[in-house]
């Protein structure tokens, strides 16, 4: 190639400016003069124009679908570098979410883990996790009865009046309470009754007094006395009335009484879903803006795809907001009733000053028993959670070897040295 | 007044979660040709397109208006193809063409395989000239750039893009004729 003008013949860089109108004034006047006369850079200038053609009618090829999405992904999560490891993640907590969904629904309720479990015990859990010591230990020994474990609930209909008459709750009175900060209430009362039947009708009217419905019922009628919770409810009512529920249940005739309210505050999460509602309310009217500008069928289509899936996680987003601020207006109150135990059925039915080397001896191997579930747990939980990464730092070691090498060869080959090279020649 | 902090923060992202999808909508398909022909292979276009729209994300706050936003698209785009490039070697690798002598038509040994299998001779061809080179000739022959935005791009001057895409041209006619014609001197 040359930059020299010979016989006044431009220079390549200077037909190629002036191929691509970027020469002005006097620079295009002299090159179009010269090529009226100059059959050599005609046709210099026409091949330019040639190639040029030929890059423009490379096939255009169209971007996968899902690099948007991880792009998104990437940035909510910084520091990630690359699709495989993105995935990778995305794994992960797919699976510790899993993981967590798995223990909340097996586990009872006000014990997610076994840790947190044996820290409960002594506020006397209705139903022990695993340890069949932990319920007689409780201190309100009233209600420490069923050893046993599973309760055997005969799933019986309860009784008519429930289910059909639960009322749509005044939702706005709800509303007032929690305006500030968004708390769900949830309630536990368990009482030791003498008339397991009739209390059952007692708290199912409670509810309804209190504007709120019951929610789900189980009445044992068959139930021995000593084997467990005869009947259960769970009752939602307005937040507003939460507290007067309690009462009101509590000042139901009883012979042993327990009474637990937890409440939990979801505002930040409930704003993050507000906020991802906002954010794709926002992409869907691009995407509408959009595709009344678009003019060709295949970018419609590839539009109303993405529309669709826009309006599936805006689905998704407004029913979990939906069921957050239903459980923010409604409080959950579970309610067991225990028929008074017959005294022989209860064998530490002794004064609890008493010294009881057995039921130290029982307890004491109940709380190892319990101690050693939960660094059980935790080291099978270490496992399942270290487990992945080390395979994806594993699997990125050997993708690395397989690139690595592979630009090293041709170095290694010019010089001489190294295997791979000398392989590849023979 | 964390409430409003936080309502304020989710709106801002709300705010940048659509300029983005407008920046996807309106750049993801030319920027993913443009980063295909400047490395040649699309899963790894793929790579670099998501790469390069997490930064796209990332410095919105940086992002011009009007005019200015096509260059800024293509040089965060360009940029990114040049570290990786870089990183895995590529670019010290391939061909230079020089003023003074003709173009080593030293090929990566990887490249060699499919350029056989594809038989498309533009495509080999461009493969063939350096990806500095490649850069500004795309950007003006396939994507329209003038030599001005182009010269932005890229943070050249106009004359040294007036020269790469010379130089580039000379490379991939080369390269295309497989050194069959004399160059035009």
Not at chain 2, 9 to 37: G, M, Q, T
Request: aromatic share 6%; with cysteine.
């Amino acid at each position: 190639m040359s930059s020299v003008p010979h016989n006044n013949h431009p220079d390549s860089p200077t037909l190629s400016a002036y191929h691509d109108g970027e020469l002005r004034g006097f620079a295009r006047a002299e090159v179009e003069q010269h090529l009226t006369a100059c059959p050599r850079c005609r046709r210099a200038l026409s091949e330019i124009a040639a190639l040029s053609q030929a890059l423009r009618d490379l096939p255009r090829v169209e971007p996968p679908r899902d690099v948007r999405r991880a792009v998104l992904e990437s940035v909510s999560a910084p520091r990630r570098r690359g699709r495989r490891l993105t995935w990778g993640i995305a794994a992960i907590a797919a699976i510790a979410a899993l993981i967590g969904g798995y223990d909340y629904f097996a586990m009872p309720q006000n014990a997610l883990s076994p840790m947190k479990a044996a820290r409960a015990r002594h506020s006397a859990p209705p139903k022990p996790a695993f340890s069949p010591y932990s319920a007689a230990q409780s201190p309100s020994a009233a209600l420490g009865t069923n050893s046993g474990g599973a309760n055997s609930h005969a799933a019986l209909q309860p009784p008519a009046a429930d289910r059909s008459a639960a009322p749509v709750p005044n939702t706005s009175a709800g509303t007032s309470a929690a305006q500030a900060r968004l708390i769900v209430r949830s309630g536990q009362v368990d009482l030791r009754v003498r008339d397991v039947q009739g209390t059952f009708k007692k708290v199912s009217a409670i509810a309804l007094q209190q504007n709120g419905y019951v929610a789900d019922s189980n009445n044992n009628v068959t139930a021995d006395a000593g084997s467990g919770p005869a009947a259960t409810l769970t009752l939602r009512v307005p937040a507003a009335n939460f507290q007067a529920t309690l009462d009101a249940i509590a000042a139901l005739p009883h012979t042993g009484l327990t009474v637990r309210s937890s409440s939990q505050d979801i505002t930040d999460s409930f704003h993050d879903l507000q906020a991802q509602a906002q954010a794709l309310r926002a992409t869907r009217d691009q995407l509408m803006a959009l595709l009344h500008q678009t003019h060709k069928v295949g970018d419609a289509m590839s539009v109303l795809d993405r529309l669709t899936e826009v309006n599936a996680q805006l689905d998704r987003v407004q029913s979990q907001i939906m069921s957050s601020s239903n459980s923010v207006m409604l409080s959950t109150v579970a309610v067991t009733l225990t028929p008074e135990p017959k005294k022989a059925a209860v064998p530490h039915a002794k004064k609890p000053s008493a010294w009881q080397p057995g039921h130290a001896f029982a307890s004491a191997v109940g709380n190892v028993i319990a101690a050693i579930q939960a660094i059980l747990t935790a080291a099978i939980y270490a496992l399942v959670y270290l487990a992945l990464p080390a395979l994806l730092v594993g699997m990125a070691a050997l993708l690395w070897r397989g690139f690595g090498p592979r630009m090293l060869t041709p170095i290694l080959a010019g010089r001489g040295s190294g295997h791979r090279g000398r392989n590849r020649r023979a | 007044m964390v409430i409003v902090n936080r309502r304020q923060a989710a709106l801002a992202r709300a705010e940048e979660h659509a300029l983005f999808n407008a920046l996807y909508a309106a750049y993801s398909a030319p920027i993913y040709n443009y980063i295909y022909r400047l490395v040649g292979d699309r899963e790894q276009a793929a790579d670099l397109l998501q790469e390069t729209f997490v930064k796209v994300y990332r410095s919105l706050q940086s992002l011009p208006q009007g005019a200015g936003r096509t260059p800024w698209v293509y040089r965060i785009a360009t940029n990114t193809c040049y570290d990786v490039l870089r990183r895995r070697r590529l670019i010290s690798w391939l061909p230079w063409t020089r003023d003074d002598g003709m173009p080593e038509p030293a090929v990566e040994e990887a490249d060699l395989d499919e350029r056989y299998a594809l038989r498309e001779n533009v495509q080999d061809a461009l493969r063939l000239v350096p990806p500095s080179l490649r850069a500004p000739l795309l950007l003006h022959t396939v994507h329209g750039f003038s030599y001005g935005d182009i010269a932005t791009t890229l943070g050249l001057t106009e004359a040294a893009v007036k020269m790469r895409i010379s130089r580039a041209r000379t490379a991939f006619r080369q390269a295309y004729h497989d050194g069959g014609e004399e160059t035009h001197s």
